[in-house]
């Protein structure tokens, strides 16, 4: 799928951070059709996986900084240009699994460091779990998704309530202010204005409010998060690839606190505060970039 103000929003922000992507389709039959793909540079594969509802071109900030990697920047089904189907959520953690194998093996990556934030960092665990030899590390920038106890605030648990997330977001459609919202909600505010105007492009997609309201359903409910899906304490510890843990000193989703218990978890892990909030590259890449930078180094 293509759409004109998506592409444009996306050549602004990669332009702007001095990145040269060509843009991939790979085929992935888990979504009868296609997972968009940005990709770039020279080096060790590395894949980047986004949150909920952000395009992988959001993370420019980051990616600038990689260098001498070959870079691989993924929107997940539904959240840019990727395809999707309406049954994806409906058994989440087999099909995040599987579409991650399909993604890889398209590309022709055996086993690539990943890079992932909040929903891809949760999904980028579940393959390191399930298929522990198509992973050599792992890098989190910004607390995953529903690790351990940890959940998200009150405006996404309500909207993960059947009935009332769709009237939520029909009283309040994608708009300027509505983003600024979000940005503040992730205490991210304010947002660089070319990510703001992707974000903005990005909600409107047709199929949009569709993707994230069906997976906010799955992972979500009004006390918090799906104790199914949660990772928990014994999860983590088979997470056996060496995996680098930067958490943002006020990323309302889980903080330094949280992170000393990953890594406390982890058996291979490092923990490292910065500051920011739930996407903590976007106003301090210089932090962040040394750490991962120097993380690929190691492993």
């Known amino acids: 799928m293509r759409d004109d103000d998506f592409t444009n929003a996306q050549t602004d922000v990669l332009e702007r951070h001095g990145l040269d992507m060509d843009e991939r389709w790979i085929g992935v039959p888990l979504v009868d059709g296609d997972a968009h793909v940005l990709a770039g540079g020279e080096g060790r594969p590395v ?24 870079r691989f920047a993924v929107d997940l089904p539904g959240y840019g240009l990727t395809d999707t189907t309406p049954e994806f959520a409906g058994d989440l953690r087999a099909n995040a699994v599987r579409f991650l194998v399909e993604v890889l093996d398209g590309l022709g990556l055996d086993r690539p460091v990943v ?20 992973v050599a590390a792992l890098a989190h920038v910004g607390c995953p998704a529903l690790v351990l106890d940890t959940s998200a605030p009150l405006p996404m648990r309500l909207l993960s309530v059947r009935g009332l997330g769709g009237l939520m977001m029909r009283l309040r459609p994608p708009s300027v202010r509505q983003v600024e919202q979000l940005a503040e909600m992730v205490h991210e505010h304010p947002l660089p204005p070319d990510v703001a105007r992707l974000i903005l492009a990005t909600e409107r997609l047709d199929h949009f409010e569709d993707t994230f309201l069906s997976m906010l359903r799955e992972l979500l409910r009004l006390r918090g998060s799906r104790p199914e899906l949660a990772l928990t304490a ?13 958490f943002a000193a006020d990323d309302p989703m889980g903080a330094a606190a949280v992170g000393e218990r990953v890594a406390r978890a982890i058996p291979d892990s490092e923990l490292h505060v910065v500051d920011g909030g739930h996407a903590p590259w976007l106003h301090h890449a210089d932090q962040i970039v040394p750490l991962v930078s120097a993380f690929l180094e190691r492993v």
């Open 234 to 246: 014994d999860q983590l510890k088979r997470i056996e690839v060496p995996t680098l843990l930067v």
């Open 47 to 70: 894949v980047l996986l986004n949150g909920i509802g952000v395009p992988a071109a959001a993370m420019a900030p980051l990616m600038a900084g990689l260098d001498h990697t070959a």
């Open 115 to 134: 890079v992932a934030n909040s929903l891809g960092s949760l999904w980028a665990s579940w393959l390191a779990i399930d298929h522990p030899d198509r």
